[in-house]
């Protein structure tokens, strides 16, 4: 308990949770839109996470705003302990930064953000966190990435030792056999950035690729909400910032009022919470040109076999996970009761961060 007798947000979810894994270190980095505010919340509230740090990346939302979002949700979530760090404003190579406002809000909460600015980013680059964070706990530290993989390619050029330094390396990107979402073949995070992700997928690690196969599947709608928004404040912010969200998927995706919930899912399958139930070890590759830039190539030729062993396997796409985990995260949310901030918008209008932040939204949609 808190000073004061009274509980925290993070003490009451956990105390919600009946069983869990050992809590898994972790390291998020996200492009906090909509669905990574629920990611990070996610990992800030889950006794299976040890969360030792946030960083930020462009994506959904240019660097500024979405290292705002980071830190107002780990203060949200009573972890201000949760350090945040801000990492890169553009892609590593090749394309200019695309940003989906149109999906995620001008706040990247859904026009439903509270305006309010928290806490303050730590010293240093979120690679250079990331690398710092898993050299101060050898073999622990699971990175889970759920925006593009510019941070982490970074990191990799500042250490290259650093995938025998991790636990492992999960992230939310990528299609094995669903459709893209940018394009036919290519899902928006490693489209943002697909040679960041090249680098990723043949650096010296396995790759969890929690990717459009599982998370278009596992979807949040109005009842959904309706749950969230009758819990405490916590509940009522999120319910508020899926609005907008739910409205686009509806229009882009479902032909109803759903989203899908993306970023969470990483976490999870992260933590051991979230287990997935056909995940093969197999080749990838991410094409970085053409009509087909930004796809993930896995060779699920062994699908009829049960996958035998490949050599040089080094990605697990996770084919299928329990769509009910909607749920959990929703009881979870619930469970936290009240924010460790207030929720109502502070006065003025928030931010203007669409217009600060160079080219306009595509009609990508991000995750
Ligand atoms: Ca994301």
């Given at each position: 308990m808190?000073?004061?007798?009274?509980?925290?947000p993070?003490?009451?979810?956990?105390?919600?949770?009946?069983?869990?894994?050992a809590?898994?270190?972790?390291?998020?980095?996200?492009?906090?839109?909509?669905?990574?505010?629920?990611?990070?919340?996610?990992?800030?509230?889950?006794?299976?996470?040890?969360?030792?740090g946030?960083?930020?990346?462009?994506?959904n939302?240019?660097?500024?705003t979405?290292?705002?979002?980071?830190?107002?949700?780990?203060?949200?979530a009573?972890?201000?302990?949760?350090?945040?760090?801000?990492?890169?404003?553009?892609?590593?190579?090749?394309?200019?930064?695309?940003?989906?406002?149109?999906?995620?809000?001008?706040?990247g909460?859904?026009?439903a953000?509270?305006?309010?600015?928290?806490?303050?980013?730590?010293?240093?680059?979120a690679a250079?966190q990331?690398?710092?964070l898993?050299?101060?706990?050898?073999?622990e530290?699971?990175?889970?990435a759920?925006?593009?993989?510019?941070?982490v390619?970074?990191?990799?050029?500042?250490?290259?030792?650093?995938p025998?330094?991790?636990?492992?390396?999960t992230?939310?990107?990528?299609a094995?056999?669903a459709?893209?979402?940018?394009t036919?073949?290519?899902?928006?995070?490693?489209?943002?950035?697909?040679?960041?992700?090249?680098?990723?997928?043949?650096?010296?690690?396995?790759?969890?690729?929690v990717?459009?196969?599982?998370?278009?599947?596992?979807?949040?709608?109005?009842?959904?909400?309706?749950?969230?928004?009758?819990?405490?404040?916590?509940?009522?912010y999120?319910?508020?910032?899926?609005?907008?969200?739910?409205?686009?998927?509806?229009?882009?995706?479902?032909?109803?009022?759903?989203?899908?919930?993306?970023?969470?899912?990483?976490?999870?399958?992260?933590?051991?919470?979230?287990?997935?139930?056909?995940?093969?070890l197999?080749?990838?590759?991410?094409?970085?040109?053409?009509?087909?830039?930004?796809?993930?190539?896995?060779?699920?030729r062994?699908?009829?076999?049960?996958?035998?062993?490949?050599?040089?396997a080094?990605?697990q796409?996770?084919?299928?996970t329990?769509?009910?985990?909607?749920?959990?995260?929703?009881?979870?949310l619930?469970?936290?009761g009240?924010?460790?901030l207030?929720?109502?918008?502070?006065?003025?209008?928030?931010?203007?961060?669409?217009?600060?932040?160079?080219?306009a939204?595509?009609?990508?949609?991000?995750?």
């Amino acid at each position: 308990m808190s000073p004061g007798g009274a509980a925290t947000p993070h003490e009451r979810a956990a105390a919600s949770v009946a069983t869990h894994p050992a809590p898994v270190k972790m390291v998020l980095d996200c492009d906090t839109g909509v669905d990574d505010t629920l990611a990070i919340l996610y990992a800030a509230l889950h006794p299976a996470v040890d969360l030792l740090g946030v960083g930020s990346v462009w994506g959904n939302v240019d660097l500024e705003t979405a290292t705002r979002n980071c830190l107002h949700t780990v203060h949200l979530a009573g972890r201000p302990d949760v350090p945040v760090a801000r990492g890169a404003d553009r892609p590593l190579l090749q394309t200019d930064a695309v940003f989906a406002y149109h999906v995620h809000g001008d706040d990247g909460q859904g026009n439903a953000g509270t305006g309010r600015v928290v806490g303050e980013p730590v010293a240093g680059s979120a690679a250079e966190q990331m690398v710092r964070l898993a050299g101060a706990h050898p073999g622990e530290v699971e990175i889970v990435a759920v925006g593009p993989l510019t941070n982490v390619a970074l990191a990799l050029g500042l250490c290259p030792e650093l995938p025998s330094l991790v636990r492992g390396i999960t992230i939310m990107g990528g299609a094995a056999l669903a459709p893209g979402n940018v394009t036919e073949v290519a899902e928006a995070n490693i489209w943002c950035d697909p040679d960041a992700a090249a680098a990723v997928f043949q650096a010296a690690w396995t790759v969890t690729m929690v990717g459009l196969d599982v998370t278009m599947l596992t979807t949040l709608d109005d009842g959904h909400r309706a749950r969230l928004a009758a819990g405490g404040t916590l509940g009522r912010y999120v319910a508020g910032i899926l609005d907008h969200y739910i409205g686009y998927f509806a229009a882009a995706s479902f032909g109803e009022r759903r989203s899908c919930m993306h970023d969470a899912l990483a976490v999870a399958v992260a933590a051991g919470t979230l287990v997935p139930e056909v995940a093969p070890l197999v080749r990838a590759y991410v094409s970085t040109e053409g009509r087909t830039r930004g796809q993930t190539v896995c060779d699920l030729r062994g699908m009829y076999m049960g996958y035998p062993e490949q050599e040089g396997a080094r990605c697990q796409p996770v084919l299928r996970t329990d769509p009910a985990f909607a749920d959990e995260v929703v009881d979870l949310l619930v469970a936290a009761g009240d924010a460790a901030l207030p929720v109502t918008p502070v006065d003025g209008p928030p931010a203007p961060a669409a217009s600060a932040a160079g080219p306009a939204s595509s009609s990508q949609e991000h995750a």
